[in-house]
């Protein structure tokens, strides 16, 4: 069993910036593709971006230029940058490795 936590999530101005965490309670960051995704409010979850253990992201084109995935194995964590913020950015992010999933962080983009 994994256990995925993610943390970071906040009230912000469109515009703005947050930094979300995702931390795994074993090293499978380096072994399977961590996925970010998103739920707004009455709307199903939707992907944001992944990051390959190869190295690799990809992102979906409504965040491509402002959203960056990293990654620090020795923290066994992944991150999701989230710059120039816009309102329809807010909802519930996740993340998901295999088929595990943290419990979410809120995201609120005020306008």
């Known amino acids: 069993q994994v256990q995925l936590a993610e943390s970071g999530g906040g009230l912000v101005q469109a515009g703005g910036a947050l930094k979300l965490s995702c931390t795994a309670s074993t090293d499978i960051f380096t072994t399977d593709t961590v996925g970010w995704y998103r739920q707004a409010p009455g709307k199903q979850r939707e992907p944001v971006g992944w990051f390959t253990f190869g190295g690799s992201t990809h992102y979906v084109d409504s965040v491509k230029g402002r959203f960056t995935i990293s990654q620090d194995n020795a923290k066994n964590s992944v991150y999701l940058q989230m710059n120039t913020l816009k309102p329809e950015d807010t909802g519930v992010y996740y993340c998901?490795?295999?088929?595990?999933w943290g419990q979410g962080t809120q995201v609120t983009v005020s306008s």
């Open positions: 998901s490795a295999r088929a595990f």
